[in-house]
């Protein structure tokens, strides 16, 4: 039996056949959030994630590359390892099937199982299909045709390793009974019993002969055939605990406390893997978690839909912790759930920029203003019935939240964080701390709504932080906190009760930007604090009562226009209207427009335009080459063009331009008449992505 303070938590390991995508980062972030969340509350983490190197899809990807199959897994694996760290997750391992102490393992397992003859050697008959190199059952086929690639199949016999994986059948459908928790969430664990219930369990095949598939762990009693891609993969939960710490430690964290896997293996987990776990003896897990799959924008997301989402792309947009917040935000952990850029705006600007982004900034803005920068002690009550209810709700919310992730309800945590901003919200809308500032009389109240407001924001940086962990560290730096999220929480920061005053704050930029999608840029800007806007209206009557004045009503300063140079193919059109009230455009659309940075090779004037410049540039070395006509002749001489980096729309459809043809646009600031060419600070190569 494992330690009781222990928790350990795993995701599965993702096959090393491509690049990571949502789906990857989704159990990855899950995962670490339990994590930082159980490591805070005291107990005793061991996280684990990795890489599935082996088997046919693998093979195949390598083949594909004309590469060593090890040589493409080495290759690959820093990719996953990357976004990991970009992700700020905070596994405590990092298993890879291709290490060697994992083989031996998964070589001894067999061993073992081979010696009790829980492992025999069969004929197999199926239906093969030689080009996705598996076989199928007779149901599976469609009319003599492979259901998936739709070639002929054949009927094909050979000899494999089978385990009795069909003798554990009543024990695992009694041990999923007597644990409820044991397959979650509820409807998974009837899809698992009703199958096992109605239909009879059969053998395991757990070998492949090599002549068909030579990438694997050979069987240790058969050097012809190499162990099926899950058998080995499943051990990696059990393997890691001999060979990846300092000392093994295997009844410290087994039986793990939560394996999170997306539904599609939840079969394997459920079944494959609790019958393996019997056979050797070995406690079943607490929890098999499955979770829903990820569309976009209501498609399945496929490689040839050409709508993968790259959780990279995510973060340089949107930063990690936005993104790791829409992840569960977004849909009840266990169901399935649509990706869109645009539902993450949305989220990020209501949620992260209004919500905890604009909390933090005005209350620590009324500090500034109204007590030099010091959270003051508690005063007179302001105003009592909302006092009593923000202190009731912020007591009993570390215990909702810790049941919440006892039961992986991420979603729910959220929504239960959320309320107690959205009563702190309504409370410095109602108390009015800026009309209470005017009268010393009034002191004493403005005080206990500062204290009340800043010992919320206590308690949100700690039950934020599982989620949103630089969001929570910035938080409690600039509220004036030292807390050390690396250690285990005190439990009376946890307490409502527990005082919190004459601590100076350390007022800092905002924690999340707004993303405003304006006419002909999308600003990024940081959003102004609430309470400099309230200030300055403190006196206007008929402001609504709770209302959100910020951001709604914010408009960024107005840039100076960036213009597309030169006006190509529609000059009128694409001239900005700096007057007229543009349309909004998406942010979906906005992306459409590749701006890149491009190094400036030559440059001469078009004969017999004023305007007109011709300039050849790079963008990037060993790729190709642009000739841009730019509308900039009247601001630069071609000389002074030369060598400069500057910025270009890569995506454009060619154009002439005096019978020159035009393979994309500079950008440059101005109207009418250009001012200014947008060029880098910093040495930025050419080719490098722009947004
Ligand atoms: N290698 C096996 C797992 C072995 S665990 C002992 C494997 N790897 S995988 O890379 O193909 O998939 C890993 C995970 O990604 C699975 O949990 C799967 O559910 C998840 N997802 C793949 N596409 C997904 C979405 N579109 N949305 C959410 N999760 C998705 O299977």
């Not at 969340?37 to 990795?50: A, P």
């Not at 891609?229 to 059990?238: I, Q, S």
């Not at 050797?280 to 209501?298: C, D, M, R």
């Not at 019935?385 to 810790?402: F, M």
């Amino acid at each position: 039996m494992s330690h009781p303070n222990s928790f350990y938590i795993t995701t599965p390991i993702y096959y090393v056949n491509d690049v990571p995508h949502i789906g990857h980062a989704y159990t990855t972030v899950a995962a670490d959030v339990l994590a930082r969340y159980w490591r805070l509350r005291g107990r005793d983490v061991f996280f684990l994630t990795g890489l599935d190197e082996h088997g046919q899809k693998v093979q195949q990807a390598a083949a594909k590359a004309g590469i060593d199959p090890q040589v493409h897994c080495d290759k690959l694996a820093p990719q996953f390892q990357d976004l990991w760290k970009r992700l700020n997750i905070s596994n405590n391992a990092f298993i890879r099937t291709t290490d060697i102490s994992h083989k031996s393992v998964v070589q001894q397992y067999l061993e073992d199982l081979f010696s009790k003859e829980l492992i025999y050697k069969d004929n197999y008959t199926g239906w093969y299909c030689t080009f996705d190199e598996r076989f199928w059952t007779e149901k599976d086929i469609e009319a003599g045709l492979c259901p998936d690639c739709k070639r002929p199949v054949e009927r094909i016999s050979e000899h494999n390793y089978f385990f009795k994986m069909g003798q554990y059948q009543n024990r695992l459908i009694e041990h999923i009974a007597q644990h409820p928790n044991f397959i979650r969430p509820e409807s998974r664990r009837n899809e698992i019993l009703g199958f096992l219930t109605t239909q009879k369990l059969g053998d395991l095949s757990i070998s492949r002969p090599k002549s068909r598939l030579s990438w694997g762990i050979e069987l240790p009693f058969d050097k012809d055939y190499v162990t099926y891609v899950w058998f080995d993969a499943l051990v990696n939960y059990v393997s890691a605990l001999e060979y990846l710490r300092a000392t093994p430690s295997r009844e410290q964290y087994w039986p793990a406390s939560v394996h999170l896997v997306g539904k599609d293996i939840l079969t394997t987990h459920a079944v494959y893997w609790s019958t393996m776990l019997m056979a050797l003896n070995l406690p079943l897990p607490e929890t098999i978690f499955a979770h829903g799959w990820w569309t976009v924008n209501g498609e399945k997301m496929s490689k040839s839909r050409g709508n993968v989402v790259d959780p990279n792309k995510m973060v340089d947009q949107f930063g990690a912790d936005a993104f790791r917040y829409f992840l569960f935000r977004e849909v009840p952990f266990g169901q399935d759930g649509d990706f869109s850029q645009s539902a993450m705006v949305t989220n990020i600007n209501s949620d992260l920029a209004n919500g905890i982004g604009n909390l933090l900034s005005r209350t620590l803005t009324m500090i500034e203003r109204f007590a030099n920068g010091t959270i003051p002690a508690l005063g007179t009550p302001a105003l009592p019935e909302l006092e009593a209810l923000i202190a009731a709700t912020a007591t009993t919310l570390p215990e909702r939240i810790d049941q919440g992730f006892t039961a992986l309800a991420f979603r729910e945590n959220l929504q239960a964080i959320w309320e107690l901003i959205g009563l702190c919200d309504e409370y410095i809308d109602k108390a009015a701390p800026w009309q209470l500032a005017k009268n010393p009389d009034n002191h004493p109240r403005l005080n206990t709504v500062l204290n009340t407001a800043s010992k919320a924001l206590r308690l949100l940086s700690v039950l934020m932080y599982p989620y949103m962990p630089q969001t929570a560290v910035q938080l409690a730096q600039q509220l004036g906190l030292s807390f050390d999220f690396s250690k285990p929480m005190p439990q009376t920061v946890y307490e409502w009760e527990t005082p919190l005053a004459e601590v100076k704050i350390c007022k800092g930029a905002g924690l999340f930007p707004r993303i405003s999608i304006g006419s002909e840029t999308i600003s990024v800007g940081l959003k102004e604090s609430a309470e400099v806007k309230e200030i300055d209206k403190e006196d206007k009557p008929g402001k609504p009562q709770g209302a959100k004045t910020v951001n709604d009503a914010t408009t960024p300063p107005q840039p100076t226009t960036v213009t597309l140079a030169p006006t190509t193919a529609t000059p009128k059109t694409s001239a900005p209207a700096a007057a007229a009230a543009p349309a909004q455009i998406t942010i979906d659309e906005f992306m459409k427009i590749q701006l890149k940075t491009a190094k400036v090779l030559t440059a001469e004037r078009v004969p017999k335009s004023e305007k007109l410049l011709k300039l050849q540039v790079s963008l990037g070395e060993g790729t190709e080459q642009r000739q841009i006509v730019a509308g900039i002749g009247k601001k630069y001489e071609p000389e002074v063009l030369i060598g400069k980096t500057i910025v270009i729309v890569a995506n454009l459809k060619p154009a002439k331009l005096m019978g020159i043809e035009s393979q994309g646009m500079v950008l440059a600031a101005g109207d009418s008449e250009v001012r200014g060419l947008i060029t880098l600070l910093e040495d930025v190569e050419p080719g490098t992505k722009v947004k």
